[in-house]
Structure formats: C-alpha cells, structure tokens
C-alpha cells in the first residue's frame, strides 16, 4: 500500500514536471521566432499584456481557471497552451510509466508493452531500482521529447526550426552520457542491467573499438575546422546571396490575377539550389575527412603500443586496453550526432542536387543530429527513414479527416517518427528478425 501510493506520487510528480516543460514550451514557440528574451517579461495577455497572477500560471489549470479568456480584457486565449501542456505531461508521466513500472510480461491487446523499456530499465526488484542507476539518461530523453515537441510546433508554424532546440538536447548528452558512464563505471563498472552485446544505453564502439572512437572524435574535430572555416570567410555559407535574389524576385508586380507568391513558394523557386549544394559539401569534406584520419590513427597507435591480437572467440583484432565505458558513451554520442546529421545532409545534398530545388531543411539535420545523440546513430536512421511513412500517414489522415489544410514541413514527421522509434523499437527488431531469419538485437 505504501509502495503503491509512492509510486502513485511519482507518476504525478513526473506529470507536473511534463506539465510545467510543457508551459516553458509554450513560451519558446511564442517568443523564439519572434527573436524576444526567453526569461523576461513575465507572462502576459497577448492582447492587453495584463500580467498573469501566480494561479493563471499554473499549466493546464490555469487556462482552465480563465475559462480561456483574459481576466481583464476578455479577449480569447489559444487552447493550444493547454493542449501542448497536457501533452507533454502525458509524455513524460506516460514514458515513465512504460520504461520504469510496467513489468517486462505486461500486455495490451497484441502488443507486448511490457517490451517498451529499454533492456537497461524496467520496474526494480526489492530495493534496486534501475531509476536509480539510470534517471540521468532518463532526464536526458525527457529533455529531447520536451524539444522536440517544441521544434514540431515552431516548424509547422513558421517552416523553420530555431537551431538551439536542436542544440540543447545534443549538448545534453554530450555531457549526460559520458559523467552518467564514469560514474556507473567507478560505482559498478557496468550497468546493473543490460542485454547481450549491449555495453551501454546506446550503440557505442564497444570495448575494442578504438577504430570507431578514432573516427567519432576526428570527425568531430573536422566539424570544429569546418565551423572555423566558415566563420573566417575561407568557405562560404550556402544560400548567402538569398535574400538578394528574394528582392529582385519581388520588385516586379504579379501578373494580372495571380496572388504574390509566399515565403515558402518563393523558397523553392530559387533557382541556384544545386549550385548551392557545392559549398554545402565543401562545408562537409573537413568532417568526412577527420573522421578516416581519426580512425586509421587510433588504430595505428594501438598498433604502435600495446598491439593487435587476433581473437578466435568474437572473430576480430582486440587488445589488452580497453576503451574506458565513458569514452565509449563519448563516442557513441558522438557517432549518433555525426551519422543522424549525415543522413539528412546528404539526402538534403542529393535530393537538392536532383530536383534542383532544395530538399529537406538544415534544420532538419540539426534535429536528426540531435536525435543520433541522444538515442545512437542506428535509432536516428531508422527514424529517419521511418519519418517518409509518417509523412504519408499524415497525408492520409489529412484527406479523410480534411482537417490538414496545409502541407507540414518535414520537421514535425522526423519527431513523431522519433518518439515512434523509441516506442516501438521491440517491434521494429522482431520485424527485422522475420525479414533477415535471424534473431535481431540491435545494441
Ligand atoms: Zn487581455
């Protein structure tokens, strides 16, 4: 009885904090394009800019407690805000649920959701309680879906996505995930709990992988010399001469009947998009570059110390130094930035290249390199890949139920195909086991 009403105030305490996230949300989205501060001025009416008091800031309840109106002007208040902050608290009290309490044999309906938490969470035993161990890269998932919730919102509404909701959760783990692992390691040396072949909460090199650590830190390094680059003038930024052309294209009237044509229509008719995609893969050469140097030197200097032996157990080349799990975790975050970027880049690069218009956004990349960095770089490419069904599933909904009136940038389905995958990934390896007659884990 005790444990059931303690675990009862944890499931609302993580409902509050999604609730509260959801209402940092609302703030972002509001002000964030508009380039105002985050932090002041407090919460007001759009309308009058009457201040809110302490209970109509309270999320979900407080629009509520307003009836949707302003105190003082009367003046209507979007229900989005209470929809977005009942959503998040749904997220976040619902992925606790399903990575924390449920047990591993729970079903509904078909669908095993015992399944959902990752091999590394699900409910304690006794005492133990995986949370324990784990909160850290816990809070650092809420972190994502809390952004990513909020990049969905920005970019359905305005086609772009603000890049620092892309950089707080990569930065996130970027530093989660290695303290989390040097800490685990010092305390116990692995996780209390894991699968076969896992070492850690996402695919990492793994302890004889100094090639891949090599080639995650050089290709972060030609990130760094390519950012450089670019701020020193010596490689150009693409689309620079945009808003030019943008001027030019609008200075003359439209012919008779025909409306001005939009931000996004005057978008895609700029005509040097293929061009522009040169600079954007001299942009992309330093990383491609340090990531093979990276690789190849690491395996020289283990070949120079303490050397390769063969190892007829795994079947591969192992030496006696182990990469310690923090630079594993390092470089597994690493490599998830790098590839879940590198896909959309490319695909960007391509797409633009072939149709001669630009394809995906750069803000896009950011929010796939995000999405590698937080949950490795094989659930950012199946996320990526799964994000085209999203968007067709969309255009289904949106022609039986009529409600889509607009076409959605591609932001929102590279989210929802994101949490999807965290959701379903159980499902997705039992799909790939059937189609590749093998058992499938995916590390
Ligand atoms: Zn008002």
Redesign the pocket.
Known sequence: MLIASFTVAQVIWFFALGASAGSLINVLVYRLPLGLSVVTPPSR??????RLTWRENIPIFGWLLLGGR??????KISAEYPVVEFVVAVLFAGFYILWYLTPPDARFAWFSIGQIAPPWAGPGTGIVSPLAQTWPIFLQLLILLGCLVAMTLVDAKTFTIPLILAWIPAAAALVIQPVTAFVIERKLGHLWRSAPNWDWVIPTPGPHGWYWVGFAIGGAIGLIVSLILLASGLITRSFADYEEWEKQATASAPPEGEQPPDQQELWLRYPHARREMVKELAFLAPPALGAIIGGWGADRAIAATVGWTFDPVSGGFVTPYHVPLWLAAFAGVLLGYLVGGGVAWLIRIFGSLAFGKEAMGLGDVHLMAAVGACLGWIDAVLAFFLAAFVGVGWALLGAVFGGLRRQLPYGPHLAVASVLIVLFRPLVELGLSKLLRMPVHLP
Request: aromatic content about 8%.
């Open positions: 009416c759009p309308s009058c800019e009457t302003c105190r003082f002007c009367r003046s």
